[in-house]
């Protein structure tokens, strides 16, 4: 067990320094990192104080060293926009996102677990075909379509919600929406799949034979057991998430990370993209980590 | 009673679903009108015609009927949305390939070869997963210009791990069986072994994959085209169609609408083909 969970966090570790690797070279790509950050129409002279300022004119070696002993220690650079640390910047829009995503992760959950439910215990019937039909239109409809139909329906038609904005519960709901539909839509497929796969074993019959009842057994042998693959999927999620939340914060004028990010790249702002990118990859492997921790935990037949 | 009796047994497999029949038919006509689109009597998607401006589906003006409605410069819907069709199609399609050629060499190759080697790749595979992907070709297009080659290339080199890790469990399989084994003990190149050999067994599970994997392009191709940084306006694709629509939502709904309406029929049809040959070919992508 113990030495499962220190090659697993090496692993990470790993991929934390390959994915500082590959941000530190992106820029290096374009073959001159100064003239790319500095605005357009700057002369040769601001580009080369700019280089010089930066670092850009030192060996590649020494300035990736000088960049990760700099993230390590907690500095992931300056904004070249608002001239403020990115870490600052991007503290202020975590809470927002985090809303965002746990509500519509916490909905996408319910509500897919019980359409995989409904499908899986009246398989082939019409309920199954009609929670299957929802489940396939929330993974077929791009976020952000379904979200300019939902401002098109109930901001603009209806005027129930507003369209944009962020602070009140009427604002959180169609953004949450949008962005939960898939997961919605994926949980519940995965439920109704791992749920079938579980209801023919061995064990399920010698539950019913004991006498227990459909119900009981449903939940407590069947759907706990169909939950594990779950589990693992929304780890998987946090990596699609913030793409998600990119497009729905930019529809929904959020004002989250995502929103930080697309702003960000258009003002070619290029610290604070690294610093973001850098930071959600940490999220996601950090995350992931969790789960492969916790799936131990969950299911007995893993002992390591 | 609530549930049916039957509950806890297994029922036989329906021997035939109309799924992959629908799915099927749904994507190839999507892809036959718009590849035949040139050659249909429809006005040119690029030219403006100012004194057409925002005519609601149905209109019949001097260049015809606009089936679709017009935009904010005059221009046939319908026109650029089969146009925008081809193009998103051409680039999702040219990305895909690139990542399944190189996530098949690199997966293929970690599973024969093992050791350091496999668990390299590994790592690589680890690290593309890890990194948001729409972010890092947000970057590239901002870095180095929003050209056709660019986005291809760029959706195609961060969209290859899926395609690795599939491939390397396949491979895994497939050197234990003994006919690996025998044409290794023949001598052959590992070369050879790996493309003559056990590249034709990964052609199933491969191609479903493609096909479960392609409505996730389509829609990222979309996305980046929405936030416009893809392919620039004038010419269309289905993801800026969207996106210069939204500006002018309240004054035409058809403009968001109907772009967004191919996007699913397009992502509905594959996953239905893809479920359908998921199930037929019983294969497992775990």
Redesign the interface.
């Known amino acids: 067990m113990l030495r499962y969970i220190l090659s697993r966090l090496g ?1 990470s570790v ?3 320094f ?2 500082s690797l ?1 941000i530190f070279y ?2 290096h ?2 073959g001159d990192p100064a003239a ?1 950050m500095m605005p357009p129409g700057s002369s040769q002279a601001e580009i080369a104080h700019f280089r010089q300022a930066m670092g850009f004119d030192q060996p590649l070696l020494w300035q990736y060293g000088h960049y990760l002993n700099a993230v390590l220690h907690g500095d992931l650079g300056q904004s070249l926009r608002y001239d403020q640390p990115v870490t600052e910047l991007i503290v202020q829009r975590v809470p927002a996102t985090l809303l965002l995503a746990v509500t519509a992760l916490a909905w996408s959950t319910i509500v897919g677990v019980l359409l995989g439910l409904v499908s899986a ?4 019937s019409f309920m199954d075909l009609l929670a299957r039909l929802l489940a ?2 929330g ?7 379904l979200g ?2 939902m ?2 329906l109930f901001s ?1 038609q209806l005027r129930w919600l507003p369209s944009s904005g962020y602070g009140s519960a009427s604002q959180l709901i169609m953004p949450a929406i949008s962005l939960g539909a898939y997961y919605m839509s994926a949980i519940a497929r995965l439920v109704r799949a791992s749920l079938i796969d579980v ?2 074993l061995d064990y ?2 010698t539950a ?1 034979a004991k006498g227990l009842s ?2 009981r057994i ?1 939940i407590r042998h069947g759907l706990r057991n169909a939950l594990i693959p779950v589990v693992t999927v929304q780890g998987m999620y946090f ?2 998430l ?2 998600g939340a ?2 729905t914060e ?1 529809i929904f004028a959020w004002p989250g990370i995502g929103r930080l ?2 702003q960000a ?2 003002n ?1 702002d ?1 610290p604070l ?1 690294q610093a ?2 850098l930071l ?2 940490l999220v ?2 950090v995350v992931n980590l969790l789960i492969d921790l916790l799936y131990v935990v969950l299911n007995p037949r893993i002992r390591l | ?4 009796t039957k ?5 036989p497999r ?1 021997r035939f679903s109309g799924d992959g029949v629908v799915g099927g038919g749904l994507l190839a006509a999507v892809i036959l009108i718009a590849l035949v689109s040139p050659w249909l009597p429809l006005p040119d998607p690029l030219t403006n015609n100012l004194a057409d401006i925002f005519m609601p589906p149905g209109t019949t003006t001097a260049d015809g009927t606009h089936w679709l409605g017009t935009d904010q410069l005059g221009r046939d819907l319908l026109a650029r949305i089969l146009s925008g069709t081809r193009l998103s199609l051409m680039v999702v399609l040219l990305a895909a390939a690139i990542a399944a050629v190189i996530g098949t060499l690199l997966g293929m190759v970690a599973g024969y070869a093992g050791g350091w080697v496999d668990a390299t790749i590994m ?2 595979m ?2 593309q ?8 070709i ?3 297009m ?3 210009g929003t050209t056709l080659e660019n986005i291809i290339i760029i959706m195609g080199v961060t969209s290859w791990a899926i395609y690795a890790r599939v491939a390397r469990a396949k491979t895994l399989e497939l050197r234990e069986l003994e006919f690996v084994e025998a044409v290794r003990a023949m001598g052959f190149s590992t070369p050879r072994i790996l493309l003559r050999h056990i590249l034709p067994n990964l052609a199933t599970p491969l191609i479903v994959l493609l096909t479960l994997d392609i ?1 996730r392009l389509i ?2 191709e ?2 980046i085209g ?2 416009g ?1 893809g392919i620039q306006p004038p010419t269309p694709t289905l993801g800026n169609l ?1 996106g210069e629509g ?1 500006s002018y ?2 004054l035409a ?1 058809w403009l ?2 109907y772009p ?1 309406l191919v ?2 029929a397009l ?2 049809g594959c ?1 239905l083909l893809g479920d359908s040959l998921l199930r037929k070919t019983h294969t497992r992508l775990d």
């Open positions: 692993q790993l991929v934390m390959g994915v590959l992106s820029l790509l374009t790319v215990i009246w398989r082939n396939f239109s993974q077929a409809i791009p976020v952000f379509w300019l139909l401002i098109l603009l209801l023919h399920l019959r019913q459909q119900w449903l990596a699609s913030l793409g990119l497009v930019i990010a697309v790249i258009q070619r290029f993209v973001i990118v959600a990859a996601f492997v | 009673m609530i549930f049916p509950l806890l047994s297994r029922r329906k790592r690589l680890d690290i997963l890890a990194v948001p992907f729409i972010l890092l947000l970057l590239v901002a870095l180095f409505p829609v990222l979309a996305s929405f936030l940084m969207i939204r939502m309240l709904q968001v609408l967004g996007i699913a992502v509905i996953n």
